[in-house]
């Protein structure tokens, strides 16, 4: 199959959000990716998929890899339920404009907080907190959460004792804390996806640091109380057999009628200060000290000694 250009591919937020697929052998078959299990065979178009967290048991061949790869499909290994993240591939990228923004604001003290209280404030609509510091802020936010985390119980009947889980043993958490980090899980992943999918770095976040997902964390958080922290309150209430499972259909719902992957990309254009149409073009430049950029593929001997 040939590589489609660039132009020819859809734009993230035309796709579909993701999906998760474990114990099953993933191959492709033209353009369509294929999952064979025990119960039979699926095709799923790659151009339409934003994300595929890969759980145990699964098996991929070096032929779908090279199909997701160039229809900038975004990978995530992660462990039993989706709960544990092991890596993530390269989705497609053109250039390192976005990149480069998010690099020097979060290289720069104040440019970085800058970032940081607009991430606090998208989380205060209409509330006037421009006067606020960071630490107030931080506990403004605090508040918010738990505020989310009783209305929700109080809402479903679902007893709150806090936000508790062990990342190695998933079935020890009661039925809200596995509902919520299965979520959680399915929101780090699109997040993860999204970010990559622009250019930018996962690992150079703003309010999270030291983590290789730290800005996944970081855009993450804006949609909890309105997506994750609902959905797992109401399954937690109902409490099927294969719990899991139903959060994650219930949030790749949600993730499609809250249009989540058009509302990502725009608030971290707004929160990386990026004007529509800027850095798409796919040029290679040298760096200059003094011009910033230079022509690449140009011989320059002739400047010896100058």
Request: hydrophobic share 40%; net charge negative; proline share 4%.
């Amino acid at each position: 199959m040939k590589k489609p250009e660039l132009q020819q591919l859809p734009v993230i937020g035309d796709r579909m959000t993701f999906l998760y697929l474990e114990h099953c052998k993933v191959s492709r078959e033209d353009g369509s990716i294929t999952v064979r299990d025990q119960e039979g065979i699926v095709h799923i178009p790659a151009a339409a998929i934003t994300v595929l967290l890969f759980g145990p048991g699964t098996d991929v061949s070096h032929r779908a890899m090279e199909l997701i790869g160039n229809m900038g499909v975004s990978v995530i290994w992660v462990g039993e339920h989706g709960v544990r993240y092991y890596a993530h591939g390269r989705a497609l990228n053109s250039h390192t404009h976005l990149l480069e923004k998010q690099a020097k604001l979060v290289s720069n003290t104040r440019s970085h907080l800058a970032v940081v209280r607009k991430m606090y404030e998208m989380r205060f609509p209409g509330e006037e907190v421009s006067g606020l510091t960071l630490q107030q802020l931080r506990g403004r936010e605090g508040a918010r959460m738990r505020k989310a985390y009783r209305e929700q119980s109080k809402q479903w009947g679902v007893p709150w004792q806090g936000r508790s889980y062990d990342v190695n043993d998933f079935a020890s958490g009661d039925p809200v804390n596995q509902a919520l980090s299965a979520g959680n899980a399915c929101l780090y992943g699109l997040a993860t996806a999204v970010i990559t999918a622009m250019g930018c770095s996962a690992g150079l976040g703003f309010l999270h640091v030291g983590h290789e997902l730290s800005f996944a964390y970081d855009i993450a958080d804006l949609y909890k109380v309105e997506i994750t922290i609902p959905i797992a309150f109401q399954v937690a209430s109902e409490n099927p057999p294969e719990l899991p499972s139903v959060v994650r259909r219930r949030v790749r719902d949600c993730f499609s009628s809250t249009h989540i992957l058009e509302r990502m990309v725009r608030d971290i254009k707004y929160l990386l200060a990026e004007e529509e149409g800027a850095g798409t073009e796919h040029t290679l430049y040298l760096w200059d000290n003094v011009y910033e950029y230079a022509s690449s593929g140009v011989s320059y001997g002739g400047e010896e000694g100058k």
